[in-house]
C-alpha cells in the first residue's frame, strides 16, 4: 500500500512507540500519582510540555494538552457564544471550527477565498465590527495546503481587544510557527498529524479562558482528568522529527507534480503551500472514481477533509474558490516521512497509466 493521505492523519513513528514499550515506568503511573512510577510519569510530561513551549516560542504555563485540534477548537469558539457578538472566520475552514459555529449563539460572518486559495487580510479587516470579539482562521487550509496570511492578521490585531485564534494543525512541522510572532492569542494542534498517537493534542493559550474540563487539578485546573503522557511524549518527538523531515517532503511533492503526463491544474497557489498537501484538479475523471481507481491499485488518498466520516465528499474549500464541478475532479495528495521516491513514482504512474488506457486523450 502506498499511503498519500497524511493530511488526514500521519502514519506513526513505530520507533517511539517502541521506545515506550521499552521504558513504560516512565509512562505508565498517574502522572499526579506521588510515588516514584507517578513522579517519573510527570518528569515525563513535564519534560515533554517544556520542548513544546521552547518550539512554539512561550512559556509551559501557556501550554494546555487536550484530546486534539477539535477540542480545542470547539473549546475557544464555545467561550464567545453570545448574540451580541460577531465572530469572523472564512469559508474554507476546517469543520471543528465551521460545525460548532453552527450551533454558536454569536452573528458568525463567513469570508470567502479567493481564487488562489488565500484569504484577503484586508477584507477580514473591513469585516470587523465593534462587536467582533473572535476571529479564528488556520493557518494552512487541510486541503489545499495554502498558507494564510495570519501573521499579517496577527499584526493588526494585536493593539485590539479581539481574541485571534490559529489553527495550526497543519502547519506545525511544516512551515515555522512562533506564537509571538504570530501575535495569537491562542492556537491549536494535534499530535496524530505528525506521527504521534491520536487523541492527543495541544492548546497554546495566552491568557486563560473558562476551564475546558471542571475534575481534578491537571494543567493548572484548566482541564481535569488523567493525563495522557505517552501522548505528550509522542507529540513532542514528531515535533522535532517534523521539522528535520520537512525540505525531505517537499522534494517528493516535487517529484511527483514533475512526473504527471496528462493535463492537470493545481488547486490553489503551489509557491505559496505547505510541503506536504498537493490539491490537483484532473479534468479527465470525477474524483469518486479516481479515489476507488486509486484504491484499487493500492494507493490511498482523499478528496477532502477526513471528517466527512467515511463518504467521498466533495470539497467545500475547492467549491468556495472555484465551483462544484471542478471540486468534482479535485484529489488531495499529502505526502509524509515514510513516503519513498519510488512510492511517488508508482503513484502517479497509476494516475498517468489510468489516461493512457482511457478515451481521455483521445
Not at 166 to 184: F, K, N, P, R, W
Not at 287 to 302: A, P
Not at 330 to 348: C, H, P
Amino acid at each position: 500500500m502506498i499511503y498519500l493521505d497524511y493530511a488526514a492523519t500521519s502514519l506513526k513513528r513505530v520507533e517511539l512507540i517502541e521506545y515506550i514499550m521499552n521504558n513504560m515506568t516512565d509512562f505508565d503511573a498517574n502522572a499526579d500519582s506521588i510515588h516514584k512510577m507517578g513522579r517519573l510519569a510527570k518528569k515525563t510530561l513535564e519534560n515533554s510540555r517544556h520542548e513544546i513551549a521552547k518550539f512554539l516560542n512561550t512559556s509551559d504555563d501557556r501550554i494546555v494538552f487536550t484530546s486534539g485540534a477539535s477540542e480545542s477548537n470547539n473549546y475557544i469558539i464555545n467561550n464567545f457564544s453570545d448574540e451580541n457578538y460577531d465572530i469572523i472566520t472564512s469559508k474554507i475552514e476546517h469543520p471543528s471550527i465551521l460545525n460548532p459555529l453552527d450551533h454558536n449563539k454569536s452573528n458568525v460572518i463567513l469570508i470567502d477565498a479567493q481564487q488562489n486559495g488565500v484569504l484577503d487580510c484586508d477584507e477580514i479587516i473591513r469585516n470587523i465590527t465593534p462587536n467582533t470579539k473572535l476571529i479564528i482562521l488556520q493557518h494552512v487550509n487541510n486541503e489545499t495546503g495554502v498558507i494564510q496570511p495570519v501573521k499579517k492578521l496577527g499584526e493588526y490585531l494585536k493593539d485590539t481587544e479581539i481574541w485571534y485564534h490559529i489553527d495550526a494543525t497543519q502547519s506545525v512541522g511544516h512551515v515555522d510557527v512562533d506564537v509571538e510572532d504570530l501575535h495569537c492569542d491562542s492556537l491549536s494542534f494535534s499530535g496524530h498529524k505528525l506521527g504521534g498517537l491520536n487523541g492527543f493534542g495541544v492548546l497554546y493559550i495566552r491568557k486563560d479562558l473558562d476551564n475546558l474540563i471542571y475534575a481534578g487539578e491537571q494543567e493548572n485546573y484548566r482541564r481535569g482528568g488523567t493525563s495522557f503522557v505517552m501522548g505528550a511524549f509522542t507529540l513532542e518527538k514528531s515535533l522535532q522529527k517534523s521539522v528535520e523531515e520537512r525540505e525531505y517532503i517537499a522534494n517528493l511533492k516535487k517529484i511527483f507534480i514533475e512526473n504527471i503526463h496528462f493535463d492537470y491544474e493545481i488547486n490553489g497557489n503551489v509557491d505559496n503551500s505547505a510541503s506536504h498537501i498537493l490539491n490537483l484538479y484532473i479534468p479527465f475523471e470525477k474524483n469518486d472514481f479516481l479515489l476507488t481507481y486509486l484504491d484499487m491499485h493500492g494507493v490511498c488518498v482523499s478528496a477532502g477533509s477526513a471528517c466527512s466520516a467515511g463518504s467521498i465528499t466533495n470539497s467545500h474549500v475547492i467549491e468556495n474558490m472555484y465551483d462544484a464541478q471542478r471540486a468534482e475532479h479535485s484529489v488531495r495528495f499529502s505526502f509524509g516521512f515514510k513516503n519513498t521516491e519510488e512510492e511517488i513514482l508508482k503513484a502517479v504512474n497509476v494516475l498517468n497509466d489510468l489516461y493512457e488506457k482511457g478515451k481521455y486523450n483521445g
